[in-house]
Structures are given as C-alpha cells and as structure tokens.
T-cell receptor
Framework: GNSVTQMEGPVTLSEEAFLTINCTYT??????LFWYVQYPGEGLQLLLK?????DKGSNKGFEATYRKETTSFHLEKGSVQVSDSAVYFC???????????FGAGTRLFVKA | GAGVSQSPSNKVTEKGKDVELRCDPI?????LYWYRQSLGQGLEFLIY????????KSGLPSDRFSAERTGGSVSTLTIQRTQQEDSAVYLC?????????????FGPGTRLTVL
C-alpha cells in the first residue's frame, strides 16, 4: 500500500545551519507530494508542494524536489532560523480524494 | 476570509460517554477531511467527504466512530462510548476540490481527553 516515511526526530540545529529532513514514499502511479508544517500552538499549514516528477516546490527558503527515481521528497533549507522550530510532515495524495497519507512528522528545534 | 473552524477546542469526557466534534469548512470548499493526531504520532486519516458523493470511511478505526456532513458544509464527528485510547487531537481540513494538487486547509483541532 501507499506510505510515507520520514526521518525520525527530533532534529536539533544551531541557527544558520543547513537543514535536510528526509522523506521517501511508496506509491503507485503519480501522486502529488506535500510538506506541511505545524508551528507550536498552531494548526497544520501547507509549506510547499510538487505535483509531478522533477518539480521543485519552494517557500520561505525551504525547497523540496520530487524525485521519482528515488521516490523521495527531501526538505532542505540553507540557513535555518529559530522561528523554523516546528513539526514538519511529508504527505502524498492523489486526485479523486483518496486519503492523504502523512508521515509521522519530524520535530525540528533550532537553537540561537 | 474565515478559515476552517472547529469546536470545541478542548473536550474532556468520561470513558463511555458520547462526544460530538464540529467542523466548519471554508465556504465553497467541496472536500472535507477528518484526521486524528495522537501524542507523538503522525496524522491518521479518518473520513473524507466530497460534494454529494458517498463518504470514504475507510479510516474510521471502529464502528463507534461516525461522521456526517449536512448540506455539503458543516461536519460532525461522533464518537460513541469513548475509550481512553480515543484521546487525541482531532483535525478537520477542507479543500476546494478533490484534485491531488488542491491544498488542504486545516482547522486548529479539537483536543479530546477521555478520563
């Protein structure tokens, strides 16, 4: 069946460090891929998405590239800030409303 | 504009009681999802509504869980005879349609505690 696997957290980084959060997926066909973020005390919100192979989603300095050959959608940011501390969820979905599959989430702590 | 709203924000109940959780989606959104987020866990899909189609109930964990959506808008998730393992944050999301590219907008959630 379809699944999303994320690296386990928590991830602790110093400010301005490089961030990678790995995400791999198992799916048939051509799902769309998403990263959602949940800041402390707030609801989930979309961070970025990619809808086909080789697409790059980007937002707020974060990037992720849809790699079909490695079934991956790793999240990267060149220089993290304290305000990036949050839980990050990788997800996939298909047109037609099949249930969105979320990863378990990766908690990121950024120290000043 | 208004986002997805959920009520109550917190609910504490005793084991064996029934609870109802409400979700008001963004106006005009035809798709509505319920998820459950347990402590330290990811999001678990529960149920999906799209327009007037029959809902996808494949994620409901037991027959104690049910949901309805009236008039294609407000949705209510009902948990009967609550158990302690039902304690979690219940999230509702809506999207404009059911295309894979449609962004889901999440509500703030209802934190359910079953004593």
């Amino acid at each position: 069946g379809n699944s999303v696997t994320q690296m386990e957290g928590p991830v602790t980084l110093s400010e301005e460090a490089f961030l990678t959060i790995n995400c791999t997926y198992t799916a048939t066909g051509y799902p769309s891929l998403f990263w959602y973020v949940q800041y402390p005390g707030e609801g989930l919100q979309l961070l970025l998405k990619a809808t086909k192979a080789d697409d790059k989603g980007s937002n707020k300095g974060f990037e992720a590239t849809y790699r079909k050959e490695t079934t991956s959608f790793h999240l990267e940011k060149g220089s993290v800030q304290v305000s990036d501390s949050a839980v990050y969820f990788c997800a996939l979905s298909y047109t037609g409303g099949f249930k969105t599959i979320f990863g378990a989430g990766t908690r990121l702590f950024v120290k000043a | 504009g208004a986002g997805v709203s959920q009520s109550p924000s917190n609910k504490v109940t005793e084991k064996g009681k029934d609870v109802e959780l409400r979700c008001d989606p963004i106006s005009g959104h035809t798709a509505l999802y319920w998820y459950r987020q347990s402590l330290g866990q990811g999001l678990e899909f529960l149920i999906y509504f799209q327009g007037n189609s029959a809902p996808d109930k494949s994620g409901l964990p037991s027959d104690r869980f049910s949901a309805e959506r009236t008039g294609g808008s407000v949705s209510t998730l009902t948990i009967q005879r609550t158990q302690q393992e039902d304690s979690a944050v219940y999230l509702c999301a809506s999207s404009v349609g059911d295309r894979a590219t449609d962004t889901q907008y999440f509500g703030p959630g209802t934190r359910l505690t079953v004593l």
